[in-house]
Structures are given as C-alpha cells and as structure tokens.
C-alpha cells in the first residue's frame, strides 16, 4: 500500500463527523478553545458575510404557500405530514435535485431546486415547522465514508429528520406517529444507531460546511470565518477544530494546526481522521517516527472499510495506477457487494484498460444499486456512452 500517496491528499470532515459516542454518558471536560483561534492569521473574516440562524432556516411567502397548498386538503395531522413529505420528494412539485456541493439556506433550497442532504434537511425542517410539525435532527452514526472532489478526499457524514404530529399537552399518548424524512436512505444504514442532534447543532455542520467549499476555493479568509463561527456556536463540533487544523497546516501555521488537532482528539479520541491530519502534519514537520506510528494505529483501524479502500482506488486512478485501483475496488467488494461506488470504480478502472465488457457489466450493478435516481440516471449516460462504443 502507497501510504505515502494516500496521506498527501488532505481529509476534510465535509458535511459533519460524530460528536460524541452514541452511547456516552460522561461528561467530557475541554480546556477553553479562545486560544486555539489565530484572528491574526486571517485579517478581514469580520467582514464575510455569515448567514445568520434566522436566514438559513427563513421561508419566502413563495415556501410558505406551497406548505399551505399542500397540506390544506386534509384535516388529520398524519395525513398532513404525509403529504408533505410527498410533496417534497416529488419531482412534480418540487424539482428538488440531490448536488453533493450546495450548502444552501432553506429559501434557497426551495428556490434553486438543488441541495446536499444536510441543506435539503434544513429545507425539509423549515417546512414541516410552517406548517406546524415537531421536526426533530438525527444524526446516523455511520462509519468513515468518502467522496472526492477537487482533488480532495471529503469525509461524509449523515442525518435525517424525524417529523411528529403536535399533541394535546392535556392527552396522553402511548405510541406518538411519525415520520422519518431520510434523502439517502440506503439500506446498509438501517441498522445503525442514531441520536437527535439540536438546531445549534445543525447551524454550525452548516458553517463547516461552508467552511470546507472556501477551502476548496482556496479563500482561507471565508473559509476561517465559517469555521470560526461553528466553533463559536458549537465548541465541541470536533469535525470543525480538523477542518480548522487542516485549514492552518495550509495556511503555514503549523504550530496552531496541531494544537486544533490535539483539541480535536481531546473531544474524539477515536477520531482517526483528526491522527491522520497530525501524522500527515508531523510528516511535513519532520517528526517521521511519531507520523508512522500515528499511520500504523489508523490503517489497521480502517483496513476493513470498504469505502477506505474505495478512496484508495480513486486517488490511484488519479495517478493511473490502474492494477493498483482494481485491488482496491475487488477489496471493497469482499467487504461490502451494497455500495454503488464499488461497481462504479471498478467500472472505471475496467474501461481504462480496455475491457468493456467488465465495465458495462459493473456499472449495470452499480445502476442497480444507486439509492436516489440522480446516480440511476449518471450510470444510464455512462452505458448508453458504452454502446455507442
């Protein structure tokens, strides 16, 4: 395995990691954070333009109507709930289109028709509390799971809604109706706990991940604006203090970037995110023996991860280590034959060296495996392509 290749990509915690163990009871005591921010470093983050909580989840009269439109037939709450969860999913009422990159306010979800889950859930909260609902943020404990873009390794996490009818405070209900409002509900996450995170909570995954697409930019000013101000509102949202970290090794202040780090694993010590960014940082800092012990403890924990091996397959894709990708993308197949991203690699790695009709038959599975029709539609072009060949 080329660890030396993997660690030189950056790993950013796009969208949000878990704060806690689902499990943990504890309280965990962390030093004040105040000194871990470098203001000086990054003159002029005062004058970004942040969202502020009202404008993120704000709805337009446009928003507001089509709540009203849409639940107004019916006079059950259950019946209502259903319908706008309906509505929202439907094509013919809401375009709304699944894009990995837009982190958009709740208005400019419902307007601009395209959103990633978390702002797609912050859309979908906004909505069901118009029109009256109890509306609680879950967060699905998943394991480390990647996607790539601009070169970078983006390090996904994942929630979903829970939507209540209100209740009489003066009757008692034995079994409360809901529903669960999930935009990526794969079958392997069924099974995985899950914990209510607060509208706090949500505000500052929001500002992280404003946050990462300024560093994809490369404007560390905005970004250290958007990072600084999720850590203001959520101190222990560890996945921001790596982001920050990351976004301090880039700016050349690696004292502060390790000391972000160490906060970080004082919040999650099994955050093998958080020692990767420090081996990586110890690397660039000459302290080699510490970086490979950090490495050694990370890839054991992470060998068994079907999406560890898929990123591996994508970064040597990248260098157009073809053999090497095949190896990887097989790895994750024998870990895990659920994920469409595993057919979808080992297509790739199988039309590079000339076998199409491996391609074809592993981006048929992956097509029969895509959990929304956005990814069913990319695979359709790509096997359409195929035949045209």
């Known amino acids: 395995m080329q660890w030396l290749s993997f660690i030189q990509n950056v790993f950013i915690s796009f969208i949000f990691l878990v704060f806690f163990t689902a499990c943990q009871s504890t309280v965990v005591h962390v030093p004040p954070s105040d000194n871990l921010l470098y203001d000086q470093g990054y003159s002029g983050f005062p004058q970004i333009n942040i969202e502020p909580e009202q404008q993120v989840f704000y709805l337009d009269d446009t928003a507001k109507a089509f709540v009203v439109s849409t639940i107004e037939p019916y006079k059950n709450k259950l019946d209502q709930m259903e319908a706008l ?30 959103a990633n889950c978390l702002s797609m859930s912050i859309m979908t909260y906004a909505l ?98 958007y990072f600084r101000e999720a850590l203001v509102i959520q101190p222990n949202f560890h996945s921001a203090w790596i982001n920050l970290g990351i976004l301090y090794r880039l700016s050349g202040y690696f004292s502060q970037a390790e000391s972000a780090y160490h906060h970080a694993l004082v919040l999650n010590s099994d955050s093998l995110t958080a020692m990767e960014n420090l081996a990586y940082l110890y690397r660039v800092t000459d302290r080699n023996a510490e970086a490979e012990e950090i490495l050694a403890k990370v890839e054991g924990q992470r060998n068994n991860n079907p999406y560890y091996h898929v990123d591996l397959g994508e970064q040597e894709m990248e260098q157009e280590h073809w053999d090497q990708a095949l190896a990887h ?35 048929r599975q992956a097509k029969n495996k895509a959990s929304n029709k956005q990814d069913e539609q990319r695979y359709q072009a790509k096997l359409d392509f195929l035949s045209s060949l």
Do not use: C
């Open 85 to 114: 969860v309906r509505a929202i999913f439907d094509r013919s009422k809401l375009n709304l289109l699944y894009q990995g990159d837009a982190n958009t306010t709740a208005n400019d979800t419902f307007h601009a028709q395209a």
């Open 128 to 225: 069901a509390s118009e029109a009256g609902f109890d509306v609680d943020f879950q967060e699905i404990m998943i394991p480390e799971y990647w996607t790539r873009r601009a070169g970078f390794s983006l390090l996904n996490g994942h929630i979903n809604l829970k939507m209540l009818a209100p209740t009489d405070p003066n009757v008692f209900v034995l079994n409360r109706r809901s529903y669960q409002v999930d935009f990526d509900p794969q079958s392997s996450r069924r099974g995985l706990p899950k914990r209510i995170v607060s509208k706090k909570d949500i505000l500052s995954m929001f500002y992280n991940n404003k946050g990462a697409d300024a560093v994809l930019r490369k404007d560390y000013v905005s970004a250290y604006a």
């Open 329 to 363: 993308f097989r790895k994750a197949l024998a870990l895990d034959r659920g994920k469409h991203e595993v057919y979808f690699g080992l297509a790739r790695a199988y039309f590079e060296i000339g076998e199409l009709q491996q391609s074809e038959r592993y981006l």
